[in-house]
Structures are given as C-alpha cells and as structure tokens.
Nanobody, 116 residues
Framework: QVQLVESGGGLVQPGGSLGLSCTVS????????MGWYRQAPGKERDVVAT???????VEDDSVKGRFTLSRDNTRRTVFLQMNNLKPQDSAVYFC??????????WGKGTAVTVSH
C-alpha cells in the first residue's frame, strides 16, 4: 500500500523556520510530481511548491525567496525548508505525489502555526 508519510510542522514565531518532510512508502515505480500544498480555514487548498520528474519547480509567489523545496529520489522524499515564516503561512500543509498510472496521493496533513 502506497502511503505519504509526513513529518514536521508545529508552532513557530514569526521570522522562524520549520522543515517539512514527506516520504513515499510502499511499492512504486515512478514519482512524476511531488510537493506540498496548504489550506487555511475557510480557504481553498493552494500549491506551495512542487517538483516534477524533470526537475521543474513550481512555487507560489508568496513563498518565493523564503521556502526551498528539495528532492531525494533515492529516498523518495521531498523536503520543504520554510524560513522567515509569517502569520499568513499558518495552515495545514499536505504532501502530494503523482505516481505511475496517473494516481495522485495525499498525506494526512501537518499543521503549521506561526504566531507570537
């Protein structure tokens, strides 16, 4: 059974940093796209940063220059380094992966709260 295992998240002060990790577990052939989305209460789920099989990176404008998405294909893992966090970054962050056969998987979500 394929699962997306997330780690990280928590409470941090504005200007602080957090790191989120997501690993695809189980049998899989190819990861075509993988990254992070986030959803605040009453808001739609929006992309934070994703990277595809060719290394193409997509980032939301609100996180450019502050967040860095990296990929470790051997460990089937993506890592999101979040620096200079702002209160508006507070949301539940969901890992997402597009695998073979066109199947999209979602993690359970991990909460990030940025406040004093």
């Amino acid at each position: 059974q394929v699962q997306l295992v997330e780690s990280g998240g928590g409470l941090v002060q504005p200007g602080g940093s957090l790191g989120l990790s997501c690993t695809v577990s189980g049998d899989t052939f190819t990861i075509y796209n993988m990254g992070w989305y986030r959803q605040a209460p009453g808001k739609e789920r929006d992309v934070v940063a994703t990277i595809d099989i060719s290394g193409n990176l997509v980032e939301d404008d609100s996180v450019k220059g502050r967040f860095t998405l990296s990929r470790d294909n051997t460990r089937r893992t993506v890592f999101l380094q979040m620096n200079n966090l702002k209160p508006q970054d507070s949301a539940v962050y969901f890992c997402d992966a597009l695998l073979q056969y066109g199947i999209q998987y979602w993690g359970k979500g991990t909460a990030v709260t940025v406040s004093h």
